[in-house]
Nanobody
């Protein structure tokens, strides 16, 4: 079992920046994809950005070059630097990791508790 601890959410004005962090703890064997998702009120959860174990990164179209995901395999962590935030970015942001424990036939996805990001006009 692994646990995800997120930090860094908060309230910011439009055009401002926030950095989210996520650390994975517990019995870590193999972390595969790691990423950030978000869910706004009344909407489905959506992918924001993700990172492969070898350092590849992907972003949702709405990011438009404003966000950067960074992964540190030694520290089992990822972060999301968010710049030029817009009110539409207001949501609960979740960290997610795909972890294989070395014994199960397949990996499992684990989620953080979520951190609120609110962007005021």
């Amino acid at each position: 079992q692994v646990q995800l601890v997120e930090s860094g959410g908060g309230l910011v004005q439009a055009g401002g920046s926030l950095k989210l962090s996520c650390v994975v703890t517990g019995s870590i064997f193999s972390l595969n994809a790691m990423g950030w998702y978000r869910q706004a009120p009344g909407k489905e959860r959506e992918l924001v950005a993700d990172s492969t174990r070898t350092g590849g990164a992907g972003y949702a179209a709405f990011v438009k070059g404003r966000f950067t995901i960074t992964r540190d395999n030694r520290k089992h962590s990822i972060s999301l630097q968010m710049n030029n935030l817009e009110p539409e970015d207001t949501a609960v942001y979740y960290c997610a990791v795909d972890h294989w424990d070395g014994r199960a036939p397949a990996s499992s996805t684990y989620w953080g508790q979520g951190t609120q990001v609110t962007v005021s006009p």
